[in-house]
């Protein structure tokens, strides 16, 4: 974890706030979607038939989200679980052996799904879509790079793999055009398009849950 002051130190205090409170809602039993501000921009509250608590960090990284997935698996108490991280690792100036390091702390983090014996469905970063406000803080071959480390990584250990670099990309490495609205956030085409895979996921796990 960087040593330097964390400025979304405040919003994520807030976002646990927020998870607290939601989590009344839902319940145990229901599916959580952990991740970044990809998923804390993700608007459903049911993916099928499981109600949604979003435990989206935006500007968390791999590394920063690592000690809250076992806190919030104790306190949840989910029986679906979704993440999407990885994205703030692949920033422009990032090296292959930094993707190393965050391949280590992903490790760690399916770890806990499986010691809470939670099914996750991991999906990969999307890639980056040039020319907008965004595309320049960012490293698509990066973004490539990890997303490799992260299919690796979850094969056999997942429920489910959701390759988003594939699906929602160009063959070149980047974002077909409108899937993004500043070049790494989602368009609502986009997140459409996520909600109808996740709901995909979802409906092979269900059996699953009910027959635990």
């Given at each position: ?88 690792d ?43 406000r ?16 992260i ?41 459409r ?20």
């Amino acid at each position: 974890m960087t040593s330097q002051p964390n400025p979304f130190a405040p919003h994520w205090l807030i976002r646990d706030i927020v998870i607290s409170s939601h989590k009344a809602a839902v319940g145990p039993g229901g599916l959580i979607f952990i991740g970044d501000s990809i998923v804390e921009g993700f608007y459903w509250n049911r993916i099928g038939s499981l109600a949604v608590l979003n435990a989206g960090y935006s500007g968390i990284w791999t590394e920063a989200l690592e000690p809250r997935v076992p806190l919030l698996l104790q306190s949840v108490l989910p029986s679906v679980a979704v993440l999407l991280v990885g994205t703030n690792d692949a920033k422009k100036d990032c090296t292959e052996s930094d993707l190393k390091g965050v391949a280590g702390h992903l490790e760690r983090i399916l770890g806990h799904f499986g010691d809470a014996k939670v099914p996750v469905v991991v999906l990969t970063p999307p890639p980056i879509e040039p020319g907008k406000r965004l595309t320049g803080f960012y490293s698509p071959d990066a973004m490539a790079s990890l997303s490799r480390h992260i299919r690796r990584i979850a094969e056999g250990r997942a429920a489910g793999i959701v390759d988003l670099q594939t699906a929602f990309g160009d063959g070149s490495g980047l974002a077909r055009e409108g899937m993004t609205t500043d070049g790494v956030h989602l368009s609502a085409r986009a997140y459409r398009l996520l909600h109808d895979m996740l709901e995909r996921e979802a409906d092979t796990l269900v059996p699953e849950r009910e027959d635990r």
